[in-house]
């Protein structure tokens, strides 16, 4: 593997910085809106610090009113009461003139099966001069059978209205076999795709499933093309699979996805063609890794920025405002500006946020992979140095100051609660969850808890499902026995089934991608390796896992 590009540029100045703690109440008020202001919010109030009108002002000025912030602010204030659209004006003689979402509260199975056969008749005819969409499910009514008319004629207002009311709904899946023309009006219903990914990654209602080998792959979405094609391999359709991943790999609109599906026709077809194809990917994944090791002799371009100046002056990276304000001006930036912006950034404490404007400027065609902090990596293990690499290039792409949408925090994302309790068994005390912003202490506490994690994984693949998804989860995945198994009925394609099949959408992506980072990093320290080691190693117990061997934690 080569590793290329180093970037020699010259060193402005930015100013900054806001405050090193909890901000008082004013200064909350007075900051901008943003989630950096919302974690703050949810640190004023959790901390018993606010008075109630305090807290009614900052509830206002919340940017994402989700998650654990309005669990929090409900329970302290109430919940909001949401704005209900008033439907009690409409009954039986005038719903036809209602809008759709009084059509809809009203028109319910019950309501109808309470009418007389004239009352739904007329009630039909009026809502067919309206032009309403609930006709064809008012309509239903007079049949013998209204469920299997919404399936025959596509009608999706009225099969998803009894799929919503059964109390069994894996029950009636598998009981009412869908129609292609309703499987293909269902794909944008905002449903529709949860029910196909959780039947199709958890190998659920079988019955269910065989209806959606039938469905033309033209009619689909990417995502759901590929989708459609893991259910065809669950079958052994293997020709039906081939199809729809033609048309995931098509329609894809990242190189990544697209990357996957062509590497399920290879494994399907062994078309070794395809495999120069995903070889020559730009984009830098586990199937164009895994690719390259078959069919390929080229360099990957990657860069590694390695500037001389240690700090951008007057510029804090360590205060999450900082970086919001950073991360707004780039957004709003014209791609001719970037580049010299991010020369700005073009020291050792800032490679972060170099290499998130860098990649942003070249439109994402290549590819950095920064080693900042390298001081306080705090170990000589080239192996875990790369995991750590591997894992805050996902978590944060080096931001110090990083904040998720969670609230896990800085270059490794600690959620507040697992840094509170790793900073007790460090003996660390005055410990504050901000101090997760300083790189010294994202390596220390990273270094601490893979030390736990390798305890029962030993692969990079499932220790980064445990890193995200938590190590009870991997540990139930591993004990289920049907994934990761040399065994399978699917081993011909395996690992790469058992990827695409991981129970929790988050980390079958998540840990696709440090594992790609991983195999980069060892090269960059100098120790090369195989994808296809790890990839294999999945499926041998003893040398990826201790779950499996019934090691207990």
């Not at 795709?193 to 959606?212: A, C, H, M, P, Y």
């Not at 995200?468 to 139930?476: A, E």
């Not at 991983?518 to 090369?528: E, M, N, Q, T």
Request: aromatic content about 14%.
């Amino acid at each position: 593997m080569g590793l290329l590009i180093k970037f020699s540029l010259f060193l402005t100045f930015l100013v900054i910085p806001l405050w090193a703690s909890v901000p008082s109440y004013e200064n909350l008020k007075a900051a901008p809106k943003g989630l950096v202001k919302d974690y703050y919010i949810y640190r004023f109030a959790k901390e018993n610090r606010a008075s109630k009108a305090q807290l009614k002002k900052l509830r206002t000025q919340i940017y994402r009113y989700q998650g654990s912030i309005k669990t929090l602010f409900d329970k302290k204030l109430g919940v909001i009461k949401q704005k209900v659209t008033d439907c009690s004006k409409y009954n039986l003689s005038n719903i036809h003139k209602a809008n759709a979402i009084c059509q809809n509260m009203l028109l319910s199975i019950s309501f109808m099966n309470s009418l007389k056969p004239e009352q739904r008749s007329a009630l039909a005819k009026r809502l067919k001069n309206a032009n309403s969409k609930f006709y064809n499910f008012v309509q239903g009514f007079s049949k013998d059978d209204p469920l299997g008319y919404y399936i025959k004629i596509g009608d999706t207002t009225g099969y998803f209205k009894h799929y919503f009311s059964a109390q069994d709904k894996d029950k009636f899946l598998n009981t009412h076999k869908l129609s292609s023309l309703l499987i293909v009006n269902s794909i944008n219903h905002w449903q529709f795709k949860t029910i196909i990914q959780e039947s199709v990654i958890g190998k659920k209602n079988d019955e269910f499933r065989r209806s959606l080998l039938k469905v033309n792959p033209d009619k689909l979405s990417g995502d759901m093309a590929f989708l459609f094609g893991l259910n065809a391999i669950l079958f052994h359709q293997e020709d039906k699979a081939v199809k729809f991943f033609e048309v995931a790999a098509m329609k894809s609109k990242f190189a990544s996805n697209k990357d996957n599906a062509n590497f399920w026709i290879y494994l399907i077809t062994k078309n070794k063609n395809l495999l120069k194809e995903i070889a020559n990917s730009a984009d830098i994944n586990i199937y164009s890794l895994y690719a390259r090791e078959f069919s390929s002799n080229e360099k990957i371009k990657i860069a590694v920025p390695k500037p001389a100046t240690k700090e951008l002056l007057k510029y804090d990276y360590t205060d999450p405002f900082t970086w919001q304000r950073t991360r707004e001006k780039v957004a709003k930036m014209p791609s001719s500006e970037l580049i010299s912006y991010a020369s700005r950034f073009y020291t050792q404490s800032t490679l972060g946020e170099y290499s998130y404007i860098m990649q942003k400027a070249h439109n994402y065609k290549i590819h950095f992979f920064p080693m900042p902090f390298m001081e306080h990596i705090g170990t000589d293990d080239i192996k875990r140095q790369a995991l750590i690499l591997a894992l805050a290039r996902q978590e944060s792409r080096f931001v110090p100051s990083a904040i998720s949408t969670s609230y896990a925090l800085g270059m490794m994302q600690f959620m507040p609660f697992l840094a509170v309790d790793i900073a007790a068994k460090l003996g660390i005390s005055k410990f504050d969850i901000d101090d997760m912003f300083k790189p010294q202490i994202a390596y220390k506490f990273a270094n601490f808890h893979l030390d736990y994690l390798e305890k029962y994984l030993y692969n990079p693949i499932f220790i980064a499902y445990a890193y995200n998804g938590g190590i009870g989860f991997t540990k139930r995945m591993l004990l289920r026995g049907d994934l990761f198994s040399r065994k399978s009925e699917y081993s011909k394609y395996e690992p790469f089934l058992s990827m695409d099949l991981v129970p929790y959408a988050e980390s079958r992506v998540y840990a696709k991608k440090v594992l790609a980072n991983y195999i980069i990093y060892l090269a960059v320290l100098g120790k090369s390796t195989r994808i296809s080691h790890f990839l294999n190693n999945t499926l041998i117990p003893e040398l990826s896992d201790g779950f499996r061997d019934k090691i207990s934690f």
